[in-house]
């Protein structure tokens, strides 16, 4: 491609910038080359219409609008190859445009004038002839180059990169240790924390088993009732609370506002679960919800209720309102009747959801029921034996009483009243002395009821006969004491029956002195002294025999008769029951069986039996004992039953509190019918610290007595009477 020709040529000494510099450099407007192009205005028009040039300083002037910004001009392409292609002028060109544009002023461009020096001189010249060759000896000329600035050195990245990759590392696995702890290691504790918050525990108790006498009949059961409770935490005003809730309950508002004070459990939780009340009738428990008060809850409890009150109450015993057996039998067989309560633990909300979470957590461990009890006591004996005891018993003040009747083929106890006696549904207002059995743990010295024992031990040990006699002086001395009869026999003879009938102490002494102090004391032993019964009543008593190494010279004496001798009146009972029995001593006891809660039956343990007696020597000595209920002024006329043959035997005898003799006395009967073959056996011991317990004694058996045989249909003695006994015999 041939050069083009309007290119400057290298050694031209002029100007290679547009005309317009030039122009300006001589003090005239720049025209040309670039500024050729500025003058063109938007209509179309252009400075060289036609071709031809106009002089500068003569013709019209064009003028032209300027211009601010490059971007306007569509045409500067086509202008720039017009005036020549010279990028300096049209640089020059826009930057007076510029300068006129915001300088507002509008600029004159004159016309080119022919032949003008000036003009030749400023404008551009074009090649015609082609640019000779550059010689070879001569150095192209260009432009020096520049090199480009180094960049900054950078850091190695492969360090940083492994950098990273070890922190990155050590991180996962910081994370993923952490993550295996809280999963394996504390995750129970953390699961256990958070369940402890929203679960409630929940007591279901079991029901107590019952109390049934010989024939079913109910003596102490449970009933349906409900428990109030109290959530602490959720209770905004306990002592508003309190006092809503007092007049329901029945107990004052201290003790239930007591009660609802937030306190902590040995865990550190709070407690959520506070009994205010056990064994509430359905109907006030109703009455307490109606209150709807915050924090205040009723479920389903029990209430252990005795249909006859008093009805073998001191055998009986109660519970208390957690069905825990305070008293008696209740006491003595917890264990038994109360069963294993349950337990439902469930997950709950708080606040307005204080429910059970469906789905959540719960647990339910059913409550066991317990066993019940069947004992041998007869439901209707038992009445009457209490109610006989008390119209006798308040002839006096103060009297301490007791009545066993026992059954004795079997040993069964068929009634055990006591007197004082209370409510045992209602036992709160009762004393503790009126809630005692007398019968297991009144001791008292016997009296002349023991006198059986030592004429039954001598009639075994055959140092006596049923027909012995002896010459009974009115007293004797033994030690530093007296010991009198109360029917002076004056040194006659006298016989067995008749020592028994007129209650003789000189003839007893002397019996026991040809038996021994160690036989006596063995059958002390053998007839049930010395030793709790084992009948089934707790704390039973087990009275005390004195031993050989501690009698005195008065011992001899005192011991037979019924002194210095501790016993309860059912030890004396059963003693007389084992001469009732031809001889064989049977444990009392009071269970027949127990139940369970499936209704299984199971019978009680037997009953300890030994022969103490031979059934000959037992029948001789019942015989014996008859007198005492025949024979004329003998002590227990008071007790014989008509149409009976009774066989038995009064006492009197002191009590003893620490080893001190009480004032007072105590007075007792014991005795069997019918004598000939004896079915029951009936003990009764009254304390009276005024005196006088006699009158109590002697008539209260022969009612119990009576009603017994009449309750169990017993025939009157018809076959056969009591013999005629000769009390001094000649």
């Known amino acids: ?397 103060n009297v301490t009483a007791a009545a066993v009747v026992l059954d004795v083929p079997t040993g069964e106890v068929l009634a055990q009243a006591s007197d004082p006696t209370y409510n045992a549904a209602k036992p709160e207002a009762s004393s503790p002395v009126a809630r005692e059995d007398v019968a297991t743990s009144f001791v008292v010295d016997p009296g002349s009821v023991h006198k059986a024992i030592t004429f039954g031990a001598a009639l075994q040990e055959g140092v006596i006969k049923p027909d012995t006699t002896l010459p009974i002086e009115n007293s004797i001395k033994l030690g530093d004491t007296w010991f009198s009869d109360t029917h002076p026999a004056n040194g006659r003879r006298m016989s067995l029956a008749g020592m028994l009938a007129y209650s003789s102490n000189v003839g007893t002494i002397k019996i026991a002195d040809k038996l021994g102090r160690d036989r006596l004391i063995d059958y002390q032993r053998r007839f049930g002294l010395g030793q709790p019964t084992g009948e089934g009543m707790p704390g039973e008593a087990s009275g005390r025999l004195l031993p050989a190494e501690e009698w005195s010279g008065s011992s001899y004496g005192s011991v037979p008769i019924g002194h210095s001798v501790d016993a309860t009146p059912l030890q004396m009972a059963a003693a007389y029951a084992a001469i009732a029995n031809d001889g064989t001593y049977i444990q009392p006891h009071l269970i027949k069986e127990v139940i369970g809660p499936d209704g299984e039956r199971t019978p009680a343990k037997a009953p300890i039996t030994r022969p103490v007696l031979s059934p000959q020597n037992a029948q001789a000595l019942r015989t014996l004992l008859e007198a005492v209920t025949t024979v004329d002024n003998a002590t227990g006329l008071t007790a014989a039953v008509p149409g009976f043959r009774v066989a038995g035997k009064t006492g009197t005898g002191w009590r003893l509190v620490g080893g001190k003799k009480q004032p007072g006395e105590v007075s007792s009967f014991i005795g069997m019918a019918p004598a000939e073959k004896p079915r029951y056996v009936i003990a009764v011991f009254a304390y009276v610290p005024a005196g006088g317990g006699s009158a109590i004694a002697g008539p209260a058996f022969k009612e119990m007595m009576q009603f017994t045989l009449r309750h169990y249909k017993v025939p009157p003695s018809t076959t056969s009477k009591s013999p005629e006994f000769v009390v001094y015999p000649r």
Not at 204 to 211: E, V
Not at 299 to 325: C, K, W, Y
Not at 341 to 347: H, L, P, S, T
Not at 366 to 392: A, C, E, N, W
Request: net charge positive; proline share 10%.
């Open 1 to 397: 491609m041939s050069p083009r020709s309007d290119d400057p040529r290298r050694d031209d000494p002029g100007p290679r910038r547009g005309s317009a510099r030039e122009g300006r450099g001589a003090g005239e407007p720049g025209v040309g080359g670039i500024s050729g192009a500025r003058a063109y205005t938007p209509r179309g028009r252009t400075i060289r219409e036609g071709g031809d040039r106009v002089p500068r300083g003569g013709g019209a002037e064009q003028r032209r609008t300027p211009r601010g910004t490059r971007s306007g001009d569509p045409f500067r392409p086509a202008l720039q190859v017009l005036d020549g292609g010279r990028a300096g002028a049209t640089r020059s060109a826009r930057r007076d445009a510029s300068a006129a544009g915001r300088s507002g002023v509008v600029r004159t461009v004159q016309a080119r004038i022919p032949g003008n020096p000036a003009d030749e001189q400023s404008a551009p010249r074009r090649r015609t002839a082609p640019r000779p060759q550059r010689r070879p000896d001569r150095p192209v000329g260009r432009r020096p180059s520049r090199k480009p600035p180094k960049p900054p050195k950078l850091a190695d990245p492969r360090l940083r990169l492994r950098l990273g990759t070890v922190l990155t590392l050590a991180l996962f696995v910081t994370i993923g240790i952490r993550l295996v702890v809280l999963q394996a290691v504390d995750a129970p504790a953390y699961a256990g924390g958070g369940v402890a918050d929203r679960t409630r525990t929940m007591d279901l108790p079991a029901p107590r088993g019952a109390i049934y006498d010989t024939t079913g009949a109910l003596l102490a059961h449970s009933v349906e009732a409900r428990y109030v409770f109290a959530d602490p935490t959720l209770i905004e005003d306990p002592a508003g609370t309190a006092k809503a809730l007092s007049p329901l309950l029945g107990i004052s508002v201290s003790k239930l506002a007591k009660l609802m004070q937030p306190r902590k459990l040995e865990n550190g939780n709070p407690s959520r679960f506070e009994y205010l009340a056990r064994g509430v009738e359905v109907g006030v428990a109703k009455q307490v919800q109606a209150l709807e008060l915050p924090g205040i809850g009723v479920h389903r409890d029990e209430r252990r209720e005795v249909p006859g009150d008093d009805l073998a109450a001191n055998l009986i015993g109660f519970t208390s309102q957690d069905m825990v057996g305070l008293e008696g039998l209740e006491a003595r067989y917890d264990d038994l009747l109360r069963g294993e309560d349950g337990k439902r633990v469930y997950e709950a909300g708080l606040g307005d959801l204080a429910a059970p979470i469906p789905g959540g957590y719960s647990e339910t461990t059913p409550p066991k029921p317990g066993s019940s009890l069947k004992l041998t006591v007869d439901r209707d004996l038992q009445y009457m034996t209490q109610v006989i005891l008390r119209r006798h018993t308040e002839q006096a003040r």
